[in-house]
């Protein structure tokens, strides 16, 4: 997982709610319900970014609306490309676009690693 100030406020709440000394009668529910509010948020990414549609990069997930495949850059980054670097080449891209991406790939890694390993297979 990758830490983010959203991923940050939810284990703090998740401490608190944990915490003896914490009012359980007043402040319990208003962390709770902040907790999943934080918690749809931080689904954002990869959930709206990241696209697989038959037909366009081969079937294979790419970057919203692009022909930018998720596979292509984490070979880049694999290789030692830095973000700022990828974002100067891809300048339509934007740092939570990567965000999404690392993500997806950690969450599909042998998907991706397939796809580097035949990228013209479709």
């Given at each position: 997982?990758f830490?983010?100030?959203?991923?940050r406020?939810?284990?703090l709440?998740?401490?608190?709610?944990n915490?003896?000394l914490?009012?359980t009668?007043?402040?319990?529910?208003?962390?709770?319900n902040?907790?999943?509010a934080?918690?749809?948020?931080?689904?954002f990414p990869?959930d709206?970014v990241?696209?697989?549609?038959h037909?366009?990069?081969g079937g294979n997930?790419?970057?919203?609306n692009?022909r930018?495949?998720v596979w292509?850059?984490?070979?880049?980054?694999?290789e030692?490309?830095?973000e700022?670097e990828?974002?100067?080449n891809?300048?339509?891209?934007t740092?939570?676009?990567f965000e999404?991406?690392w993500a997806y790939?950690?969450?599909?890694?042998?998907?991706?690693?397939?796809a580097m390993a035949?990228?013209?297979?479709?």
């Amino acid at each position: 997982m990758f830490w983010t100030p959203k991923n940050r406020q939810v284990l703090l709440a998740v401490k608190l709610m944990n915490d003896p000394l914490l009012d359980t009668i007043q402040e319990k529910p208003r962390l709770f319900n902040q907790i999943e509010a934080v918690k749809k948020e931080a689904t954002f990414p990869v959930d709206n970014v990241i696209q697989r549609t038959h037909g366009v990069c081969g079937g294979n997930a790419r970057v919203r609306n692009t022909r930018i495949p998720v596979w292509t850059l984490v070979a880049f980054r694999q290789e030692g490309m830095t973000e700022e670097e990828l974002l100067y080449n891809y300048p339509s891209l934007t740092p939570s676009d990567f965000e999404a991406t690392w993500a997806y790939y950690q969450a599909h890694q042998s998907e991706i690693d397939q796809a580097m390993a035949d990228p013209d297979e479709d």
